[in-house]
């Protein structure tokens, strides 16, 4: 017993005397942590480079993924967890900010120097929440050796497509990777929306448009298709990149991130705007996704931080190099006029009349409902109207469970 | 005996108290450091942890329990743990909007400065003081072009260039040298710019500080939060707030984020059980999730039966033996993406097989009965050869004479399977086959792998698919929209969890009696 207490007496003072004896540690320079995605990865480490020899301050680069990024910083940013920079979809800002986790950001007067687009979907409540780098959206991209010039309209595209079909040139007239992200531009050519937005200008939870005249005469469009057997009635996002890659199919839809693998499989393409519904009707506006810094409220070095980014990122080096490295179309005006690759300029088309993604929580409940009504509608086992009606059922559903 | 009454110092044992020591310094700093963030629960348990572990290896008296003390410390942190926060979590609206607790929101709220009315906006210049490190002064330039100089503890006075000490002034009217104090270059304050930022410059209630790279303002604390009442009042709007649900809000229902944990009793459970629509199409899942279970062992354990016996007495059994287990050390998602590939209906090799030999394929992964025909099959496939390692072993342990025996009386083959050799197989198996199929009951990665549990189900009030097992519906409910909801999640795993061990139970009882009548 005896060896007991005297054990426990030398825990405890060994316990707390390093911690209690230990002088007060002079401020050391700080160190500043960045989380990011993989192809960002390899830039900012470069740039934070230029950034310690610049002002003795240590940056380290780390990679996360957006999933992991956002549960950190929603679950743990509070108590201290998190980086102190991490890089972001705008779309998850709502949650981010109503969460209380991420600062506001003040460019002064170097907010002229973006897009306006881009720093508005940074924007939440009346405040900047973010430093936007890179614009994304998709557009249409066509086989050039299959379709030389791009559809004015969307029943041009699906005449040409059905065309090459029975000729037997291609297996499908156009790939569907889904009927959700990035078929939004049909809905949107036939007027459909998901939210609308209120009086104050933002989009609200409570016009929810999932289920109007524009989204489902949107989706008869694949729907006939679909039903005559001209597109898969499998979605899947892979197969529909492999269909366009193969030849198999002269249309799809999607992003820059694909440009890679249609370059590698030397498949010849050309990016295009969007077809509207008639001649004279508005062409189909997708989504606009804006990847940008933000910065985390919990942050010890939250100053520098804010600096970092003010000083450093917002500068034409710094987004120039972004750019190089990882073309996207930027959110730096000067940036983003001075680039002639024709990918950049088909893209930024596309997005010329995008919409930001509604960056609101309620946003969340919609990815799942509308795969699950996209499926079901390339199945056949709904009609589009239905399908639409049902996702739009789920989707108040759960906003009204969540309440 | 006179050794051990003495104090048995041997270098065993004193190895062994060094080691103990090391071990319970390394837990109570990290106890420490615990307690510092307000995680009071995983510290009490590893404070259990410590105690448990200290006795049984400083105790002479208690040195039989020492590995079992090892066991018990484990399962007390990785099992025990879990299950007590999952239980805690149910009873909260811990999710979206209330992740801190209430202590972590009030603090959140209490850093929060603002700029008063009267305050005044300012860029800033730092000087540092040649004698201490962390004493600095701040030329402040106000809107109007009225100068100021602070220190820390000193009030902000009006300052102009060639006074009190403060030297020529630079092109854009900055003083070079002010007496007693080094000027810093903007560049030079990068570094140091949030120990900057934590300074408290002039005195109250005219607080300046800085707010960036060259702003300052004079701010104040936004929120201040009253434990008597219960209440947090805005400064700079005057109202009030109070804590409703998890939330602070004022009178007239305006919420304040960030919103906090609080306990809500058995409101999930009760959520669960009287919303239909988050139920769902419970009853189909339950039952799909049945069948998935059951079918998958059954045919799991039919297959590498079959295969046992059949290779039991074969030439060459080790190669083919050595082939079949194939499947088992490569990784389930690897055979499971490989598997979806096969069967996708527009370029899946096996799709085209069948359509080359029928003319038609049915569509594995949008018809829901085919997906799940699908699932099943490629279960069989992941989990035969560990019946087979299983089965193999356990026909070794039958006797021969018996089969021989049996032989002799005039059974025939598939006799002597059924009456001696299945029954007694059983006996040995079915422990393991309760274990597999409660391990396939919350299998999750297949059909999570596989199909993401669609095709989804028409006319289901909230998302849910046709393949969907309980795990996979609790995570599209949990974690698949962005407003998760742990507290709900954590509740429907806690009627998961009853959900397996009733059954388990049953199946236990049900062997037992099967083995009492076997005996």
């Known amino acids: 017993m005896k060896r007991f207490v005297f054990l426990v007496v030398l825990i405890v003072l060994a316990v707390n005397l390093p911690l209690s004896a230990a002088p007060k540690v002079v401020a050391q320079t700080p160190t500043l942590t960045i989380w990011t995605d993989d192809q960002r990865l390899p830039v900012l480490t470069e740039l934070s480079k230029a950034f310690t020899e610049e002002y003795g301050v240590e940056v380290v680069v780390e990679p996360q993924g957006t999933e992991n990024t956002m549960n950190t910083m929603t679950q743990g940013a509070a108590t201290g967890e998190g980086p102190d920079i991490f890089t972001i979809p705008h779309d998850n800002m709502g949650r981010l900010v109503d969460t209380g986790v991420v600062a506001p950001i003040d460019l002064g007067d170097k907010a002229e120097l973006f897009l306006p687009s881009a720093l508005e979907a940074f924007t939440y409540n009346g405040e900047l929440y973010g430093v936007p780098f890179a614009v994304e959206n998709v557009a249409l991209f066509r086989n050039v050796d299959l379709v030389p010039e791009a559809p004015a309209t969307w029943a041009e595209a699906a005449e040409i497509g059905r065309q090459l079909v029975d000729e037997g040139t291609v297996e499908y007239a156009f790939a569907f990777p889904d009927l959700g992200y990035n078929y939004y531009p049909v809905y949107t050519a036939f007027s459909g929306y998901i939210f609308g937005r209120g009086e104050d200008g933002n989009y609200t939870a409570d016009d929810l448009g999932m289920d109007s005249e524009g989204m489902i005469a949107g989706a008869d469009w694949a729907n006939t298709l679909i039903r005559d057997g001209y597109a898969s009635e499998n979605l899947d996002w892979e197969a529909a990149h492999v269909l366009f890659e193969s030849g198999q199919a002269p249309f799809i839809i999607t992003g820059p991130w694909a440009v890679d693998r249609f370059k590698t499989n030397e498949v010849p393409y050309a990016i295009s705007a969007f077809p509207a519904a008639a001649e004279d009707g508005e062409p189909g506006a997708p989504f606009i996704g804006v990847q940008g810094f933000m910065v985390n409220a919990g942050s010890e070095n939250l100053l520098l931080a804010q600096t970092f980014l003010t000083e450093f990122i917002a500068t034409d080096e710094a987004m120039q190099y972004i750019f190089d490295n990882d073309p996207r179309p930027s959110a730096w005006v000067a940036t983003f006029e001075a680039t002639d690759d024709p990918d950049m300029r088909g893209f930024s088309e596309a997005g010329a009349n995008g919409q930001a993604m509604p960056a609101i929580p309620a946003m969340g409940f919609v990815w799942d409902a509308w795969e699950s009504a996209g499926l079901l509608i390339t199945q056949g086992e709904l009609t589009p109207g239905e399908a639409l009606t049902q996702a739009a059922e789920q989707i108040r559903t759960q906003i009204t469970e969540s309440e | 005996m006179n050794i051990k009454n003495a104090f048995p110092v041997t270098p065993s044992t004193i190895l062994r108290l060094a080691l103990v020591g090391v071990f319970d310094i390394a837990v109570l700093s990290l ?116 100068t100021y100089l602070t220190g820390i503890g000193t009030a902000t006075k009006p300052a102009s260039i060639g006074a009190d000490g403060v030297g020529a002034a630079d ?85 304040l984020p960030p919103g906090f944990r609080v306990g809500v009793g058995l409101h999930n459970f009760e959520r669960f059980f009287a919303s239909s629509a988050l139920r769902g199409p419970l009853v189909r899942i339950i039952s799909w999730n049945f069948a998935y279970a059951i079918l998958s062992v059954f045919f799991g354990f039919a297959l590498g039966l079959f295969i046992a016996v059949l290779f039991d007495t074969l030439p060459g059994k080790e190669i083919i033996r050595a082939l079949l287990i194939i499947p088992y050390p490569i990784p389930a998602l690897v055979s499971i993406l490989i598997w979806r590939n096969l069967l996708n209906p527009d370029f899946g090799a096996l799709v085209s097989l069948q359509e080359s030999i029928f003319g038609t394929a049915p569509n594995w992964l949008t018809d829901p009965m085919w997906t799940r025909i699908a699932i099943i099959i490629i279960n069989m496939w992941l989990s035969y050869p560990y019946f087979y390692i299983v089965s193999s072993g356990a026909l070794q342990a039958i006797p021969t004479d018996m089969l021989d025996a049996a032989a002799v009386d005039g059974a025939n083959a598939w006799q002597r399977f059924v009456k001696i050799i299945l029954p007694l197989l059983l006996k040995i198996v079915s422990p393991l086959l309760v274990a597999s199929f409660a391990f396939n009951f919350n299998n999750f990665n297949l059909i999570y792998i596989f199909n993401q549990g669609n095709p989804p189900i028409a006319g289901s009030p909230i998302p849910a698919g046709h393949t969907d097992i309980l795990i996979s519906f609790v995570y599209r409910l949990a974690f698949n929209s962005a407003i998760s909801d742990y507290g709900l999640g954590a509740s429907i795993s806690i009627v998961l969890f009853l959900f397996v061990a009733a059954i388990t139970w049953g199946q236990f009882r049900y062997t037992r009696v099967m083995e009492d009548q076997n005996a």
């Open chain 2, 171 to 255: 092109d854009k009217g900055i003083p070079l040298t002010i007496q007693g104090y080094q000027r810093l270059e903007k560049r030079d304050t990068v570094a140091i710019i949030d120990q900057l930022g934590e300074i408290a410059f002039g005195v109250a209630p005219d607080i300046i500080r800085i707010t960036g790279l060259s702003a300052a303002a004079t701010t104040q604390q936004r929120y201040r939060y009253d434990s008597d009442s219960d209440t947090l009042t805005d400064a700079e709007t005057g109202l009030v707030y109070h804590p409703v649900e998890g939330v602070f809000e004022t009178d007239d229902g305006q919420e």
């Open chain 2, 31 to 146: 106890i420490r450091q615990l307690l510092d963030d307000g995680n009071y629960p995983l510290s009490a348990i590893l404070g259990v942890v410590i105690v448990i572990i200290t006795l049984c290896y400083s105790l002479e008296k208690l040195r039989y329990y020492r590995w079992l003390g090892v066991s018990i410390a484990a399962a007390t942190l990785f099992v025990l743990y879990p299950i007590l926060y999952t239980i805690y979590l149910s009873t909260t609206n811990a999710g979206y909007g209330h992740i801190l607790t209430k202590h972590e929101a009030v603090e959140f709220l209490e850093r929060q400065q603002y700029v008063p009315e009267s305050g005044q906006q300012y860029t800033w210049t730092a000087y540092r003081s040649l004698e201490t490190s962390d004493d600095y002064l701040l030329w402040l330039q106000a809107e109007d072009d009225t």
